[in-house]
Nanobody, 127 residues
Framework: QVQLVESGGGLVQPGNSLKLSCKAS????????MAWFRQAPGKEREFLAS????????NYADSVEDRFSINRDDAKNIVYLQMDSLKPEDTAVYYC????????????????????WGQGTQVTVSS
């Protein structure tokens, strides 16, 4: 069974950086797409970035492409989200997600396209 465990959230001042981690286990992720979403209170869950495990194809939401970066560590089965120049509006619960049913050229961005989710980690950007 696929398990995703996020870590690295916390309180950070505006303009600073934070790096989230998602430890994945349970299956071979060679054909999986891994992604990061976030959800602020009263808002829908928002796609941020994805990476195809085998081909390192990455995809970003326009709103964060210049500040966020997704990467992975194959040996540790961990996907990272590096977040720079954080703003108060980045405050949200951040979720890791994965799917094994995306086609080789698909870049899924909708929550419904992902089958597995972590429990989320809170990120608060405030002075």
């Amino acid at each position: 069974q696929v398990q995703l465990v996020e870590s690295g959230g916390g309180l950070v001042q505006p303009g600073n950086s934070l790096k989230l981690s998602c430890k994945a286990s349970g299956v071979s992720f060679n054909n999986y797409v891994m992604a990061w979403f976030r959800q602020a209170p009263g808002k829908e869950r928002e796609f941020l970035a994805s990476i195809r495990w085998s081909a390192r194809i990455v995809n970003y939401a326009d709103s964060v492409e210049d500040r966020f970066s997704i990467n992975r560590d194959d040996a540790k089965n961990i996907v990272y989200l590096q977040m720079d120049s954080l703003k108060p509006e980045d405050t949200a619960v951040y979720y890791c997600a994965s799917t094994g049913r995306a086609g080789p050229w698909d870049t899924p961005r909708l929550p419904a396209e992902y089958d597995y989710w972590g429990q989320g980690t809170q990120v608060t950007v405030s002075s």
